[in-house]
Structure formats: structure tokens, C-alpha cells
């Protein structure tokens, strides 16, 4: 079973739609989770982390973590064409171990 | 305020040479990491390091790779003998300190091997 397991997709939706993108994983000792957003042929954009369990909310982006369920989410409300790119999940275990370790990606097209 | 260098952004390299890839840290940021990216595969960890100081390499290849951030300049990850491999997006991200905080990406060197 890999650490991270993420929809490689492709998701496509409308201009508008609120998007549902998603992350499980089998280690329990992971405290940090992040979301990036990676343009074709560009560098990972960090767009969210949180630590733990709960809810973070940003503009458009709200980001899920459900340690019990060893799942975590992403939500965009509202989504634009601009969104299209391609979403990836990490997870640190925080301390001194530094390195993430990122699902594969969701690539995402939002249609005007 | 810039974010994290990356150079060059694009390296040819023919099988058996040697591949540089430089990495400027974001202003304040100390701290170094070196991911890889094939195609169709998730960024995978190299290596993380401080100045003067390898902090984690258990990603790194046991063989032709090895990575430095010197007291002045920028990280250099080193690839002796290239092949075709090799070929990948190497990403660089840095971060203020230890311990957990948010890694910022830079653009990418991205390596072919003829």
C-alpha cells in the first residue's frame, strides 16, 4: 500500500462548480498536511496546510483533515478556468524529518 | 522579495557527463530540499540540508548523486555520469527553520539525458 494515495484524475467541471479533491494515506504519523497547486511545467504553489484534525479556510480554498479516517480535502468554491492546473497533496511528519511525502496529483480542468 | 532560484532552468546533458543543478533559497530560509519528479510520478524526496550540514539523504540514490549548500552560495545537486534515467523536473524548496514549516518551491531545473 503507498503512503499517499491521490485520483490522478483527469476532473473536469464547469466554470462555477465547487470542487472536491482528495487524499488518503495509511501512516498515522503524519501531523502536516498541504496542498499545492503545480501549473504545467512550473514549480509546486503552496496553497494550503494545516496541522492535525480540522478545517482551514482561505478565499475559495478550504482545506479538510480527518486523522481518524487517514483522509484529507481540498474544496474550491466558485472555481475558474484558472484553477486548471494540477493539485497535489503532501504530508510531513513534522519534527526534525523535514521531506514531504506528495500523492501523485489530481489534474483538474475547469470549463468556462 | 524573490522566491526560490533555480538554475538553469533547462539542461541537456549527454549519457556519461556530469549535470549541476543550483538553488538559491528564498531571503531568510536556511533550510534546503531537493525533490524529483518523473513523469507521470508524485515529487519524491532527495535530500534535505542546512549550510555546511546534510540534515537527510535517505532519498537520494546511493550512487552518482550527491548534493552540498555551502556556507556562501547557493545548494548544488551534483549527477555524475547521467543517464537516460535521469531525466526529470529536479525541484529545489526551501524553508526558514527546523522542524516543520511551509516549503516554497522554485520553478524547476529540467534535466534531459541524450
Known amino acids: 500500500q503507498k503512503e499517499v494515495e491521490q485520483d490522478p484524475g483527469p476532473l473536469s467541471v464547469p466554470e462555477g462548480a465547487i470542487v472536491s479533491l482528495n487524499c488518503t494515506y495509511s501512516?498515522?504519523?503524519?501531523?502536516?498536511f498541504m496542498w499545492y497547486r503545480q501549473y504545467s511545467r512550473k514549480g509546486p504553489e503552496l496553497l494550503m496546510y494545516?496541522?492535525?484534525?480540522g478545517n482551514k479556510e482561505d478565499g475559495r480554498f478550504t482545506a479538510q483533515v480527518d486523522k481518524s479516517s487517514k483522509y484529507i480535502s481540498l474544496f474550491i468554491r466558485d472555481s475558474q478556468p484558472s484553477d486548471s492546473a494540477t493539485y497535489l497533496c503532501?504530508?510531513?511528519?513534522?519534527?526534525?524529518?523535514?521531506?514531504?511525502?506528495f500523492g501523485k496529483g489530481t489534474k483538474l480542468s475547469v470549463k468556462p | 522579495n524573490a522566491g526560490v532560484m533555480q538554475n538553469p532552468r533547462h539542461l541537456v546533458r549527454r549519457r556519461g557527463q556530469e549535470a549541476r543543478l543550483r538553488c538559491s533559497p528564498m531571503?531568510?530560509?536556511?533550510?534546503v530540499y531537493w525533490y524529483r519528479q518523473l513523469p507521470e510520478e508524485g515529487l519524491k524526496f532527495m535530500v534535505y540540508?542546512?549550510?555546511?550540514?546534510?540534515?537527510?539523504e535517505s532519498g537520494m540514490p546511493k550512487e552518482r548523486f550527491s548534493a552540498e549548500f555551502p556556507k556562501e552560495g547557493p545548494s548544488i545537486l551534483r549527477i555524475q555520469q547521467v543517464v537516460r534515467g535521469d531525466s526529470a523536473a529536479y525541484f529545489c524548496?526551501?524553508?526558514?527553520?527546523?522542524?516543520?514549516?511551509?516549503?516554497?518551491f522554485g520553478p524547476g531545473t529540467r534535466l534531459t539525458v541524450t
Open positions: 524548496a526551501s524553508s526558514p527553520g527546523q522542524g516543520f514549516n511551509e516549503q516554497y
Open positions: 501512516n498515522s504519523a503524519f501531523q502536516y
Open positions: 494545516t496541522y492535525s484534525s
Open positions: 503532501a504530508m510531513s511528519y513534522g519534527g526534525s524529518q523535514g521531506n514531504l511525502i
Open positions: 531571503k531568510g530560509h536556511s533550510h
Open positions: 540540508l542546512q549550510k555546511e550540514n546534510i540534515i537527510d
